[in-house]
Nanobody
Framework: VQLVESGGGSVQAGGSLRLSCAAS????????MGWFRQYSGKEREGVAT???????RYADSVKGRFTISKDDAKSTLYLQMNSLKPEDTAMYYC????????????????????WGQGTQVTVSS
């Protein structure tokens, strides 16, 4: 599965951005997808995940501000980011685990197999 992110950019604190992740054809339906971010010099951390039945899970740092969703018809994953803070500045990656009827809500990068190239989000104070 090939993934291509878009929608990153620069925004002031309190602003919003919507990230998109377009996926090539999946082998299986109802797979798991997630968003991760990586600060400079740090490991990737899980931001949000959605399973094959549209259940979601969020990192505590983004709860109430970020929303993960997907459009299966378009094979596209989204991350709506509101009330952005300078500490949200990072490279954001989407990832997928192409499993039939995936029910995992793991925020661990070890669970996911396919990754996009990343899109930079910069939030200024």
């Amino acid at each position: 599965v090939q993934l291509v992110e878009s929608g990153g950019g620069s925004v002031q604190a309190g602003g919003s951005l919507r990230l998109s992740c377009a996926a090539s054809e999946y082998r299986y339906s109802r797979n798991c997808m997630g968003w991760f971010r990586q600060y400079s010099g740090k490991e990737r951390e899980g931001v949000a995940t959605i399973d094959g039945y549209d259940r979601t899970r969020y990192a505590d740092s983004v709860k109430g501000r970020f929303t993960i969703s997907k459009d299966d018809a378009k094979s596209t994953l989204y991350l709506q980011m509101n009330s952005l803070k300078p500490e949200d500045t990072a490279m954001y990656y989407c990832a997928t685990r192409d499993l039939l009827g995936c029910t995992s809500l793991s925020l661990s990068e070890l669970f996911f197999r396919d990754w996009g190239q990343g899109t930079q989000v910069t939030v200024s104070s």
